[in-house]
């Protein structure tokens, strides 16, 4: 069980430091007042395209591994109560 723990833990700070990476390494996704302003519009080629783009992959990768992140903690965290 000790094997076990241990690989988790290793996997675990891997997820971590993969998911800092990925979320500093993505753009601020709002454009704030000046899109009010400009009237950016949600309705064009890119944004119907979006999850084919870098940032969309960056996006979805980010999710996924949030997900292995939670699950992990909680895995660990009955694992090392036992």
């Known amino acids: 069980m000790e094997i076990v723990k ?3 833990m290793a996997i675990y ?3 971590c430091l993969v998911l800092i990476f ?6 601020q996704g709002e454009g ?3 899109s009010t302003i ?3 519009s949600a309705n064009n080629f890119y ?3 979006k999850g084919k783009t870098r940032e969309g992959k ?5 999710i996924i591994l949030m997900v292995v992140f939670a ?6 965290d009955i694992l090392y109560l036992v």
Do not use: C, D, F, H
């Open 6 to 8: 241990y690989v988790l």
């Open 13 to 15: 700070a891997i997820v």
């Open 22 to 27: 990925l979320v500093l390494k993505q753009n």
């Open 32 to 34: 704030g007042a000046s």
């Open 38 to 40: 400009v009237g950016a």
């Open 47 to 49: 944004e119907k395209n």
């Open 58 to 62: 960056m996006k979805r990768a980010t």
């Open 71 to 76: 699950v992990l903690t909680l895995t660990l």
